[in-house]
Protein backbone atom coordinates (compact mmCIF):
# COMPACT_ATOMS: atom_id res chain seq x y z
CA UNK A 1 0.00 0.00 0.00
CA UNK A 2 1.44 3.66 -1.17
CA UNK A 3 3.01 5.48 1.48
CA UNK A 4 0.86 8.57 0.23
CA UNK A 5 -2.42 8.17 -0.22
CA UNK A 6 -5.02 10.98 -1.92
CA UNK A 7 -6.64 13.44 -0.22
CA UNK A 8 -4.41 12.79 3.11
CA UNK A 9 -5.02 15.56 5.89
CA UNK A 10 -1.84 17.80 6.61
CA UNK A 11 -0.92 15.94 9.65
CA UNK A 12 -1.50 12.00 8.26
CA UNK A 13 0.83 9.68 10.87
CA UNK A 14 1.74 7.64 7.69
CA UNK A 15 -0.13 4.51 6.27
CA UNK A 16 2.13 2.08 7.74
CA UNK A 17 2.29 4.09 11.30
CA UNK A 18 0.48 2.35 14.72
CA UNK A 19 -1.75 5.18 14.51
CA UNK A 20 -3.18 4.97 10.84
CA UNK A 21 -6.62 5.16 10.87
CA UNK A 22 -6.83 5.70 14.25
CA UNK A 23 -5.63 9.23 15.18
CA UNK A 24 -7.37 12.00 15.69
CA UNK A 25 -6.08 13.67 12.55
CA UNK A 26 -7.52 10.77 10.46
CA UNK A 27 -10.96 12.07 11.25
CA UNK A 28 -12.67 13.04 8.03
CA UNK A 29 -10.05 11.68 6.03
CA UNK A 30 -11.32 9.52 2.83
CA UNK A 31 -8.98 6.49 3.92
CA UNK A 32 -9.65 6.18 7.00
CA UNK A 33 -11.23 3.19 7.19
CA UNK A 34 -8.92 1.30 4.76
CA UNK A 35 -5.77 2.40 7.04
CA UNK A 36 -7.95 1.12 10.37
CA UNK A 37 -8.42 -2.13 8.79
CA UNK A 38 -4.99 -2.81 8.47
CA UNK A 39 -4.23 -3.22 5.04
CA UNK A 40 -2.04 -0.14 4.81
CA UNK A 41 0.71 -1.97 6.70
CA UNK A 42 0.96 -4.99 4.44
CA UNK A 43 4.37 -5.00 2.62
CA UNK A 44 4.46 -2.00 0.39
CA UNK A 45 4.33 -3.81 -3.34
CA UNK A 46 6.73 -0.98 -4.77
CA UNK A 47 9.34 -2.92 -3.10
CA UNK A 48 9.20 -5.89 -5.29
CA UNK A 49 8.26 -3.85 -8.11
CA UNK A 50 11.83 -1.91 -7.55
CA UNK A 51 13.61 -4.89 -6.95
CA UNK A 52 12.17 -6.17 -10.09
CA UNK A 53 13.48 -2.83 -11.83
CA UNK A 54 16.48 -2.44 -10.54
CA UNK A 55 17.74 -6.06 -10.99
CA UNK A 56 20.04 -4.69 -14.34
CA UNK A 57 21.97 -2.34 -11.85
CA UNK A 58 24.70 -3.89 -11.33
CA UNK A 59 26.20 -1.64 -8.27
CA UNK A 60 24.27 0.64 -5.95
CA UNK A 61 26.01 3.17 -3.68
CA UNK A 62 24.79 4.88 -1.44
CA UNK A 63 26.44 8.18 -0.43
CA UNK A 64 25.51 9.46 3.80
CA UNK A 65 26.82 11.57 6.43
CA UNK A 66 24.50 12.47 9.18
CA UNK A 67 26.36 15.88 9.05
CA UNK A 68 25.18 18.74 6.54
CA UNK A 69 27.72 20.52 4.49
CA UNK A 70 30.27 17.77 4.52
CA UNK A 71 30.19 17.42 0.70
CA UNK A 72 28.04 14.09 -0.11
CA UNK A 73 26.41 15.65 -3.16
CA UNK A 74 30.10 17.22 -4.80
CA UNK A 75 31.53 13.84 -4.04
CA UNK A 76 28.39 12.37 -5.58
CA UNK A 77 28.59 13.53 -8.08
CA UNK A 78 32.59 13.26 -8.74
CA UNK A 79 32.18 9.59 -8.24
CA UNK A 80 29.72 9.32 -10.91
CA UNK A 81 31.73 11.49 -13.41
CA UNK A 82 35.28 9.21 -12.38
CA UNK A 83 33.02 5.99 -12.81
CA UNK A 84 31.50 7.53 -16.32
CA UNK A 85 35.15 8.05 -17.24
CA UNK A 86 34.90 4.57 -18.77
CA UNK A 87 32.84 4.73 -21.91
CA UNK A 88 31.74 1.27 -21.70
CA UNK A 89 30.38 1.72 -17.82
CA UNK A 90 26.77 3.03 -17.63
CA UNK A 91 26.29 5.30 -14.68
CA UNK A 92 23.40 6.78 -13.13
CA UNK A 93 23.22 9.61 -10.08
CA UNK A 94 19.87 9.69 -7.91
CA UNK A 95 19.43 12.75 -5.70
CA UNK A 96 17.18 12.08 -2.74
CA UNK A 97 17.74 15.42 -0.84
CA UNK A 98 14.01 16.39 -1.52
CA UNK A 99 14.40 19.67 0.28
CA UNK A 100 17.73 21.38 -1.10
CA UNK A 101 18.99 19.40 -4.43
CA UNK A 102 22.34 20.45 -5.41
CA UNK A 103 23.19 17.95 -7.78
CA UNK A 104 21.52 19.33 -10.75
CA UNK A 105 23.71 22.45 -10.43
CA UNK A 106 26.98 21.01 -9.58
CA UNK A 107 26.21 18.69 -12.60
CA UNK A 108 25.65 21.45 -15.07
CA UNK A 109 21.95 20.66 -15.61
CA UNK A 110 20.12 23.77 -13.94
CA UNK A 111 16.72 24.41 -16.03
CA UNK A 112 16.75 20.59 -17.69
CA UNK A 113 13.69 19.33 -17.26
CA UNK A 114 12.41 15.63 -17.09
CA UNK A 115 10.19 14.30 -19.26
CA UNK A 116 7.45 10.92 -19.65
CA UNK A 117 7.55 8.30 -22.13
CA UNK A 118 5.96 4.95 -22.12
CA UNK A 119 8.48 3.52 -20.36
CA UNK A 120 8.64 6.08 -17.36
CA UNK A 121 10.13 9.33 -16.53
CA UNK A 122 13.46 9.93 -18.46
CA UNK A 123 16.49 10.92 -16.58
CA UNK A 124 18.34 13.83 -17.71
CA UNK A 125 21.81 12.77 -19.49
CA UNK A 126 24.60 14.59 -18.89
CA UNK A 127 26.66 12.34 -20.88
CA UNK A 128 25.70 9.58 -23.29
CA UNK A 129 27.07 6.83 -20.51
CA UNK A 130 25.80 9.21 -17.52
CA UNK A 131 22.14 10.01 -15.88
CA UNK A 132 20.99 11.91 -13.54
CA UNK A 133 17.48 12.43 -11.46
CA UNK A 134 15.98 15.49 -8.96
CA UNK A 135 13.54 16.85 -7.65
CA UNK A 136 15.43 20.09 -8.99
CA UNK A 137 14.37 19.06 -12.36
CA UNK A 138 10.20 18.97 -11.33
CA UNK A 139 10.85 22.61 -9.93
CA UNK A 140 9.73 25.20 -12.61
CA UNK A 141 11.76 28.20 -10.36
CA UNK A 142 14.98 28.35 -8.46
CA UNK A 143 13.18 29.82 -5.79
CA UNK A 144 10.62 26.90 -5.29
CA UNK A 145 10.42 25.34 -2.06
CA UNK A 146 9.41 22.14 -1.22
CA UNK A 147 7.79 22.47 2.26
CA UNK A 148 6.76 18.75 2.39
CA UNK A 149 6.56 16.52 5.21
CA UNK A 150 8.16 12.97 5.45
CA UNK A 151 5.17 10.72 3.48
CA UNK A 152 5.17 12.80 0.73
CA UNK A 153 9.11 12.85 0.71
CA UNK A 154 9.05 8.81 0.97
CA UNK A 155 6.87 8.81 -2.05
CA UNK A 156 8.56 10.63 -4.05
CA UNK A 157 11.41 8.77 -3.27
CA UNK A 158 9.25 5.56 -4.01
CA UNK A 159 8.83 7.33 -8.07
CA UNK A 160 12.31 7.65 -8.41
CA UNK A 161 13.41 4.52 -8.20
CA UNK A 162 10.27 2.87 -9.52
CA UNK A 163 9.66 5.02 -12.10
CA UNK A 164 12.41 6.06 -13.39
CA UNK A 165 13.30 4.93 -17.14
CA UNK A 166 17.16 3.94 -15.91
CA UNK A 167 18.32 0.97 -18.31
CA UNK A 168 20.77 -1.43 -17.51
CA UNK A 169 23.07 0.44 -15.22
CA UNK A 170 26.72 -0.54 -13.95
CA UNK A 171 26.26 1.83 -11.38
CA UNK A 172 23.53 3.68 -9.37
CA UNK A 173 25.49 5.92 -6.95
CA UNK A 174 22.64 7.80 -4.56
CA UNK A 175 23.29 11.08 -2.63
CA UNK A 176 21.30 11.71 0.61
CA UNK A 177 20.30 14.60 2.30
CA UNK A 178 21.84 14.80 6.05
CA UNK A 179 20.29 13.22 8.79
CA UNK A 180 19.41 9.93 9.63
CA UNK A 181 15.04 10.09 8.59
CA UNK A 182 12.88 9.88 6.24
CA UNK A 183 14.81 9.58 2.97
CA UNK A 184 17.11 7.61 5.09
CA UNK A 185 15.10 5.02 5.79
CA UNK A 186 12.81 5.14 2.81
CA UNK A 187 16.17 4.26 0.58
CA UNK A 188 17.00 1.51 2.66
CA UNK A 189 13.34 0.04 2.89
CA UNK A 190 12.52 0.44 -1.13
CA UNK A 191 16.06 -1.07 -1.94
CA UNK A 192 15.12 -3.78 0.31
CA UNK A 193 14.89 -6.71 -2.15
CA UNK A 194 17.74 -5.57 -4.38
CA UNK A 195 21.35 -5.88 -3.19
CA UNK A 196 23.14 -2.40 -2.18
CA UNK A 197 27.19 -2.76 -2.27
CA UNK A 198 27.45 -0.01 0.89
CA UNK A 199 27.23 3.33 1.57
CA UNK A 200 30.35 5.79 1.70
CA UNK A 201 30.21 8.14 4.84
CA UNK A 202 31.39 11.26 4.38
CA UNK A 203 32.89 13.51 7.14
CA UNK A 204 34.92 16.66 7.87
CA UNK A 205 37.92 16.32 10.59
CA UNK A 206 36.02 18.17 13.24
CA UNK A 207 34.29 16.48 16.34
CA UNK A 208 31.11 18.72 15.46
CA UNK A 209 30.92 16.50 12.26
CA UNK A 210 32.19 12.98 13.58
CA UNK A 211 29.63 13.15 16.23
CA UNK A 212 26.72 13.08 13.41
CA UNK A 213 28.93 10.65 11.32
CA UNK A 214 29.03 7.96 14.46
CA UNK A 215 25.26 8.34 14.48
CA UNK A 216 24.62 7.56 10.66
CA UNK A 217 27.46 4.70 11.12
CA UNK A 218 25.20 3.25 14.04
CA UNK A 219 21.86 3.57 11.73
CA UNK A 220 24.13 1.89 8.76
CA UNK A 221 24.79 -0.61 11.78
CA UNK A 222 21.01 -0.68 12.97
CA UNK A 223 19.79 -1.52 8.74
CA UNK A 224 22.25 -4.16 7.92
CA UNK A 225 23.91 -1.03 5.33
CA UNK A 226 27.43 -2.51 4.85
CA UNK A 227 29.92 0.07 5.04
CA UNK A 228 32.20 0.80 2.03
CA UNK A 229 34.51 3.49 4.17
CA UNK A 230 34.56 6.96 5.30
CA UNK A 231 36.25 10.10 3.18
CA UNK A 232 37.65 12.92 5.01
CA UNK A 233 36.20 15.97 3.30
CA UNK A 234 38.42 19.49 3.74
CA UNK A 235 41.01 17.97 5.49
CA UNK A 236 43.60 20.76 5.89
CA UNK A 237 44.08 23.91 3.35
CA UNK A 238 47.49 24.72 1.61
CA UNK A 239 47.93 28.57 0.94
CA UNK A 240 48.46 29.12 -2.42
CA UNK A 241 50.99 31.86 -1.85
CA UNK A 242 52.82 30.59 0.80
CA UNK A 243 52.20 26.83 1.02
CA UNK A 244 51.73 26.56 4.41
CA UNK A 245 48.82 24.16 5.50
CA UNK A 246 46.23 25.30 7.88
CA UNK A 247 43.23 23.39 9.70
CA UNK A 248 40.72 25.18 9.39
CA UNK A 249 38.40 22.42 10.48
CA UNK A 250 40.55 21.10 13.26
CA UNK A 251 40.58 17.41 13.96
CA UNK A 252 40.51 17.87 17.33
CA UNK A 253 39.36 14.44 18.30
CA UNK A 254 42.03 12.86 15.91
CA UNK A 255 40.01 13.42 12.91
CA UNK A 256 38.10 10.65 10.39
CA UNK A 257 41.37 8.31 11.20
CA UNK A 258 40.58 8.12 14.61
CA UNK A 259 37.14 6.87 14.42
CA UNK A 260 38.29 4.97 11.60
CA UNK A 261 40.66 3.23 13.49
CA UNK A 262 37.77 3.11 16.52
CA UNK A 263 35.03 1.85 14.94
CA UNK A 264 37.06 -0.79 12.61
CA UNK A 265 36.31 1.12 9.32
CA UNK A 266 38.31 1.57 6.41
CA UNK A 267 39.63 5.48 5.85
CA UNK A 268 39.41 5.89 2.06
CA UNK A 269 41.32 9.22 1.93
CA UNK A 270 41.65 12.87 3.00
CA UNK A 271 40.44 15.18 0.67
CA UNK A 272 41.94 18.89 1.03
CA UNK A 273 39.90 22.18 0.30
CA UNK A 274 40.74 23.24 -2.84
CA UNK A 275 38.62 26.99 -3.74
CA UNK A 276 38.50 25.32 -6.98
CA UNK A 277 36.38 22.45 -5.90
CA UNK A 278 33.71 25.25 -4.97
CA UNK A 279 34.28 27.06 -7.80
CA UNK A 280 33.51 23.80 -10.04
CA UNK A 281 31.08 22.98 -8.54
CA UNK A 282 28.99 25.89 -9.04
CA UNK A 283 29.62 26.07 -12.78
CA UNK A 284 28.71 22.82 -12.82
CA UNK A 285 31.88 21.40 -14.04
CA UNK A 286 34.01 18.24 -13.07
CA UNK A 287 37.05 19.26 -11.08
CA UNK A 288 38.33 16.53 -11.73
CA UNK A 289 38.53 17.65 -15.34
CA UNK A 290 39.13 20.98 -15.08
CA UNK A 291 42.31 20.61 -12.46
CA UNK A 292 42.91 17.05 -12.77
CA UNK A 293 46.75 17.30 -11.69
CA UNK A 294 45.76 19.15 -7.75
CA UNK A 295 46.25 17.27 -4.69
CA UNK A 296 42.66 16.97 -4.37
CA UNK A 297 41.73 15.79 -7.83
CA UNK A 298 44.41 12.61 -7.17
CA UNK A 299 42.99 11.75 -3.78
CA UNK A 300 39.28 11.39 -5.65
CA UNK A 301 40.96 9.02 -8.11
CA UNK A 302 42.32 6.92 -5.67
CA UNK A 303 39.36 7.15 -3.28
CA UNK A 304 37.28 5.94 -6.65
CA UNK A 305 39.28 2.98 -7.24
CA UNK A 306 38.90 1.81 -4.35
CA UNK A 307 35.28 2.04 -4.49
CA UNK A 308 35.66 -0.12 -7.72
CA UNK A 309 38.02 -2.51 -6.19
CA UNK A 310 35.27 -3.17 -3.53
CA UNK A 311 32.27 -3.18 -5.51
CA UNK A 312 34.10 -5.86 -7.89
CA UNK A 313 34.79 -8.05 -4.60
CA UNK A 314 31.03 -7.74 -3.64
CA UNK A 315 29.69 -8.74 -6.87
CA UNK A 316 32.14 -11.84 -7.11
CA UNK A 317 31.37 -12.69 -3.15
CA UNK A 318 27.11 -12.48 -4.90
CA UNK A 319 28.28 -14.49 -7.35
CA UNK A 320 29.95 -17.16 -5.11
CA UNK A 321 26.65 -16.90 -2.61
CA UNK A 322 24.68 -17.87 -5.69
CA UNK A 323 26.89 -20.82 -7.63
CA UNK A 324 26.75 -22.51 -4.28
CA UNK A 325 23.37 -22.20 -3.46
CA UNK A 326 22.82 -24.00 -6.89
CA UNK B 1 11.64 46.18 25.98
CA UNK B 2 8.05 47.77 27.11
CA UNK B 3 5.81 46.26 29.55
CA UNK B 4 2.98 46.31 26.59
CA UNK B 5 4.91 43.35 25.06
CA UNK B 6 4.90 41.71 28.09
CA UNK B 7 1.22 41.89 28.68
CA UNK B 8 0.49 40.58 24.64
CA UNK B 9 2.69 37.51 25.31
CA UNK B 10 1.01 36.40 29.13
CA UNK B 11 -1.41 33.24 28.62
CA UNK B 12 1.56 31.79 26.61
CA UNK B 13 2.50 29.51 28.72
CA UNK B 14 6.29 29.31 29.20
CA UNK B 15 6.85 31.34 26.46
CA UNK B 16 5.03 34.41 27.73
CA UNK B 17 8.22 36.07 29.48
CA UNK B 18 10.06 35.60 26.17
CA UNK B 19 10.39 38.74 24.54
CA UNK B 20 11.62 37.70 21.20
CA UNK B 21 11.98 34.66 19.04
CA UNK B 22 14.48 34.34 16.14
CA UNK B 23 14.65 31.31 14.23
CA UNK B 24 18.35 30.58 12.62
CA UNK B 25 17.03 29.15 9.13
CA UNK B 26 19.20 27.82 6.11
CA UNK B 27 17.72 25.09 3.93
CA UNK B 28 21.25 24.28 3.20
CA UNK B 29 23.55 22.13 5.60
CA UNK B 30 27.04 22.78 7.04
CA UNK B 31 26.78 26.84 6.60
CA UNK B 32 27.37 27.29 9.81
CA UNK B 33 23.25 27.55 11.70
CA UNK B 34 24.74 25.86 15.28
CA UNK B 35 28.00 28.02 15.09
CA UNK B 36 26.09 31.46 14.42
CA UNK B 37 23.27 30.53 16.95
CA UNK B 38 25.79 30.17 19.74
CA UNK B 39 28.25 33.14 18.28
CA UNK B 40 24.99 35.17 18.43
CA UNK B 41 23.75 33.82 21.95
CA UNK B 42 27.28 34.64 23.29
CA UNK B 43 27.45 38.23 21.52
CA UNK B 44 24.30 38.94 22.91
CA UNK B 45 24.66 37.84 26.44
CA UNK B 46 28.25 39.68 26.46
CA UNK B 47 25.80 42.64 26.27
CA UNK B 48 23.85 42.14 29.14
CA UNK B 49 20.90 39.98 27.65
CA UNK B 50 19.32 37.09 28.99
CA UNK B 51 19.46 34.42 25.78
CA UNK B 52 18.08 31.16 25.20
CA UNK B 53 18.72 28.22 22.89
CA UNK B 54 16.75 25.39 21.31
CA UNK B 55 17.76 23.10 19.11
CA UNK B 56 16.05 21.66 16.82
CA UNK B 57 18.01 19.41 15.11
CA UNK B 58 16.75 16.12 16.57
CA UNK B 59 19.35 13.63 14.14
CA UNK B 60 22.20 16.07 14.58
CA UNK B 61 22.31 18.36 18.15
CA UNK B 62 25.64 20.10 17.37
CA UNK B 63 24.52 22.82 20.45
CA UNK B 64 25.63 20.76 23.64
CA UNK B 65 29.12 20.46 22.41
CA UNK B 66 29.97 24.00 21.44
CA UNK B 67 28.68 25.53 24.29
CA UNK B 68 30.48 22.25 26.59
CA UNK B 69 27.53 21.64 29.01
CA UNK B 70 28.56 17.58 28.33
CA UNK B 71 25.12 15.67 28.80
CA UNK B 72 23.58 16.76 31.91
CA UNK B 73 20.04 15.02 33.48
CA UNK B 74 17.04 17.62 32.41
CA UNK B 75 14.88 18.05 35.12
CA UNK B 76 11.06 18.88 35.22
CA UNK B 77 9.23 21.55 37.60
CA UNK B 78 6.01 22.35 38.03
CA UNK B 79 6.25 24.22 34.70
CA UNK B 80 7.67 21.55 32.59
CA UNK B 81 11.52 20.60 31.71
CA UNK B 82 14.38 23.28 33.16
CA UNK B 83 16.48 23.96 30.66
CA UNK B 84 20.33 23.60 31.04
CA UNK B 85 22.18 26.72 31.97
CA UNK B 86 25.57 26.87 30.68
CA UNK B 87 26.67 28.85 33.74
CA UNK B 88 25.71 29.94 37.22
CA UNK B 89 24.80 33.17 36.32
CA UNK B 90 22.05 31.64 34.18
CA UNK B 91 22.12 34.39 31.64
CA UNK B 92 22.22 31.54 28.85
CA UNK B 93 19.54 28.51 28.98
CA UNK B 94 19.91 25.62 26.60
CA UNK B 95 17.20 22.67 24.91
CA UNK B 96 18.33 20.03 22.60
CA UNK B 97 17.99 16.36 22.31
CA UNK B 98 21.10 15.97 22.84
CA UNK B 99 20.50 15.98 26.59
CA UNK B 100 17.53 13.48 26.07
CA UNK B 101 20.36 10.65 24.66
CA UNK B 102 21.74 8.58 26.94
CA UNK B 103 24.65 7.00 24.27
CA UNK B 104 26.15 10.32 22.78
CA UNK B 105 26.47 7.86 19.52
CA UNK B 106 22.51 6.64 19.59
CA UNK B 107 21.00 7.47 16.07
CA UNK B 108 17.54 8.87 16.65
CA UNK B 109 16.20 7.50 13.43
CA UNK B 110 12.81 9.37 13.52
CA UNK B 111 10.39 9.41 10.87
CA UNK B 112 8.52 13.19 10.50
CA UNK B 113 5.17 12.72 13.10
CA UNK B 114 7.96 11.19 15.84
CA UNK B 115 10.01 14.63 14.96
CA UNK B 116 7.14 17.12 15.38
CA UNK B 117 5.67 15.36 18.30
CA UNK B 118 9.14 16.17 19.98
CA UNK B 119 9.68 19.18 18.71
CA UNK B 120 5.70 20.42 19.51
CA UNK B 121 7.02 19.58 23.14
CA UNK B 122 10.25 21.50 23.05
CA UNK B 123 8.66 24.48 22.19
CA UNK B 124 5.96 24.20 24.63
CA UNK B 125 7.17 22.94 27.51
CA UNK B 126 10.62 23.98 28.45
CA UNK B 127 10.42 26.38 31.56
CA UNK B 128 12.28 29.17 29.62
CA UNK B 129 11.46 32.18 32.37
CA UNK B 130 12.32 35.70 31.44
CA UNK B 131 14.36 35.89 28.35
CA UNK B 132 15.55 38.86 25.77
CA UNK B 133 16.30 36.48 23.18
CA UNK B 134 15.00 33.01 22.36
CA UNK B 135 17.07 31.80 19.22
CA UNK B 136 15.65 28.38 17.82
CA UNK B 137 18.68 26.55 15.95
CA UNK B 138 16.84 24.35 12.88
CA UNK B 139 18.23 21.41 10.55
CA UNK B 140 18.80 22.33 6.86
CA UNK B 141 15.81 21.75 4.71
CA UNK B 142 11.89 22.90 4.70
CA UNK B 143 10.43 19.98 6.20
CA UNK B 144 8.76 18.72 9.66
CA UNK B 145 10.79 20.03 12.14
CA UNK B 146 10.33 23.63 10.47
CA UNK B 147 6.51 22.73 10.11
CA UNK B 148 6.45 21.73 13.79
CA UNK B 149 8.24 24.69 15.29
CA UNK B 150 6.01 27.40 13.07
CA UNK B 151 2.78 25.59 14.21
CA UNK B 152 3.85 25.10 18.03
CA UNK B 153 4.62 28.89 18.23
CA UNK B 154 1.35 30.45 16.27
CA UNK B 155 -0.08 31.23 19.61
CA UNK B 156 3.30 32.80 20.73
CA UNK B 157 4.69 35.19 17.66
CA UNK B 158 8.14 34.71 15.91
CA UNK B 159 9.74 37.84 15.54
CA UNK B 160 11.64 36.96 12.14
CA UNK B 161 14.46 34.96 10.86
CA UNK B 162 17.83 34.72 10.42
CA UNK B 163 19.25 32.92 7.34
CA UNK B 164 22.72 31.80 7.14
CA UNK B 165 24.65 30.44 3.65
CA UNK B 166 27.70 30.71 2.52
CA UNK B 167 29.44 32.40 -0.37
CA UNK B 168 28.95 29.55 -3.20
CA UNK B 169 26.13 29.23 -5.39
CA UNK B 170 25.74 25.85 -4.61
CA UNK B 171 23.88 26.89 -0.98
CA UNK B 172 22.56 30.59 -2.09
CA UNK B 173 20.62 27.70 -4.14
CA UNK B 174 19.12 26.06 -1.30
CA UNK B 175 18.90 29.71 0.91
CA UNK B 176 16.71 30.87 -1.84
CA UNK B 177 13.90 28.47 -1.56
CA UNK B 178 14.26 29.02 2.71
CA UNK B 179 13.32 32.51 2.12
CA UNK B 180 10.54 31.43 -0.05
CA UNK B 181 9.31 29.12 2.89
CA UNK B 182 9.56 32.26 5.35
CA UNK B 183 7.50 34.26 2.69
CA UNK B 184 4.67 31.42 2.34
CA UNK B 185 4.59 31.13 6.33
CA UNK B 186 4.51 34.38 6.89
CA UNK B 187 8.07 34.86 8.72
CA UNK B 188 9.79 37.92 8.53
CA UNK B 189 13.36 37.76 7.43
CA UNK B 190 15.77 39.61 9.65
CA UNK B 191 18.53 39.30 7.32
CA UNK B 192 21.07 37.27 5.85
CA UNK B 193 24.51 36.34 6.64
CA UNK B 194 26.91 34.81 4.95
CA UNK B 195 29.48 32.71 7.05
CA UNK B 196 33.08 31.08 5.47
CA UNK B 197 33.79 34.51 3.69
CA UNK B 198 36.88 34.22 3.19
CA UNK B 199 40.10 32.55 5.00
CA UNK B 200 43.03 34.92 5.76
CA UNK B 201 46.17 32.72 5.82
CA UNK B 202 47.60 33.45 9.32
CA UNK B 203 51.04 32.59 8.17
CA UNK B 204 51.19 35.29 5.26
CA UNK B 205 47.55 37.21 5.20
CA UNK B 206 46.63 36.17 1.96
CA UNK B 207 42.70 35.90 1.35
CA UNK B 208 41.65 32.87 -0.33
CA UNK B 209 37.55 32.49 -0.95
CA UNK B 210 38.11 28.78 -0.40
CA UNK B 211 34.01 28.97 -0.70
CA UNK B 212 33.83 31.27 -3.22
CA UNK B 213 32.85 35.07 -3.38
CA UNK B 214 29.85 37.72 -2.53
CA UNK B 215 26.86 35.15 -2.81
CA UNK B 216 25.28 36.50 0.25
CA UNK B 217 24.54 39.55 -0.56
CA UNK B 218 23.50 38.85 -3.75
CA UNK B 219 20.89 36.50 -2.57
CA UNK B 220 19.81 39.24 -0.11
CA UNK B 221 19.76 41.68 -3.03
CA UNK B 222 18.02 39.33 -5.05
CA UNK B 223 15.29 38.19 -2.46
CA UNK B 224 14.98 42.21 -1.11
CA UNK B 225 16.19 40.88 1.98
CA UNK B 226 18.44 42.90 4.56
CA UNK B 227 22.13 41.62 4.20
CA UNK B 228 23.55 41.26 7.97
CA UNK B 229 27.19 40.56 6.73
CA UNK B 230 29.95 38.12 6.50
CA UNK B 231 31.50 35.77 9.13
CA UNK B 232 35.16 34.98 8.03
CA UNK B 233 36.20 31.21 8.22
CA UNK B 234 38.41 31.16 11.38
CA UNK B 235 40.42 28.08 12.21
CA UNK B 236 39.90 30.00 15.97
CA UNK B 237 36.93 30.19 15.83
CA UNK B 238 36.25 26.43 14.73
CA UNK B 239 38.22 25.75 17.13
CA UNK B 240 36.80 27.31 20.17
CA UNK B 241 33.43 25.81 18.84
CA UNK B 242 35.14 22.31 19.17
CA UNK B 243 36.61 22.74 22.60
CA UNK B 244 33.28 24.48 23.97
CA UNK B 245 34.83 27.46 24.36
CA UNK B 246 33.60 31.21 24.51
CA UNK B 247 34.88 32.67 21.82
CA UNK B 248 34.26 35.98 22.48
CA UNK B 249 35.89 35.67 25.77
CA UNK B 250 38.58 34.54 24.65
CA UNK B 251 38.93 36.55 21.40
CA UNK B 252 37.22 39.59 21.91
CA UNK B 253 39.59 41.63 19.14
CA UNK B 254 39.30 39.65 16.78
CA UNK B 255 37.76 40.42 13.58
CA UNK B 256 35.54 37.93 13.37
CA UNK B 257 34.36 38.82 16.94
CA UNK B 258 33.46 42.00 16.39
CA UNK B 259 31.77 40.96 12.85
CA UNK B 260 29.52 38.84 14.85
CA UNK B 261 29.24 41.54 17.40
CA UNK B 262 27.99 44.13 15.24
CA UNK B 263 25.75 41.59 13.08
CA UNK B 264 23.68 40.57 16.44
CA UNK B 265 23.09 44.33 17.30
CA UNK B 266 21.49 44.69 14.01
CA UNK B 267 19.65 42.02 14.85
CA UNK B 268 18.34 43.33 18.34
CA UNK B 269 18.11 46.63 16.81
CA UNK B 270 15.57 45.43 14.05
CA UNK B 271 13.62 43.26 16.98
CA UNK B 272 13.40 46.55 19.01
CA UNK B 273 12.17 49.09 16.67
CA UNK B 274 8.84 46.31 15.74
Not at chain 2, 220 to 231: E, H, I, N, P, Q
Request: with cysteine; aromatic share 4%.
Amino acid sequence: MAEVLDNVPEHCPGTTSEQAGKSSTCQGCPNQTLCASGATKAPDPAIAEIGAKLSSVKHKILVLSGKGGVGKSTFSAHLAHALAGDSTKEIALLDIDICGPSIPRIMGLEGEQVHQSGSGWSPVYVEDNLAVMSIGFLLSSPDDAVIWRGPKKNGMIKQFLRDVDWGELDYLIVDTPPGTSDEHLSIVQYLGSTHVDGAVIITTPQEVSLQDVRKEIRFCQKVKLPIIGVVENMSGFVCPKCKNTSQIFPPSSGGAEKMCADLNLPLLGKVPLDPRIARSCDEGKSFLSEVPDSPAAKVYQKIVQSIQDYCSNSATQQQDITTRQE
Amino acid sequence: MSVQNLEENNGDGNLSQVRHVVLILSGKGGVGKSTITTQLALALTHAGNKVGILDTDLCGPSIPRMLSVGRPDVHQCDSGWVPVYTDSRKNLALMSIGFLLADPDEAVVWRGPKKTALIGQFVSDVAWGELDVLLVDTPPGTSDEHLAILENLKKHRVDGAVLVTTPQAVSTGDVRREITFCKKTGVRVLGVIENMSGFVCPHCSECSNIFSKGGGEELAKLTGSVFLGCVPLDPQLSSSIEEGKDFAELFPDSTTFSAISSISHTILNSLQTT
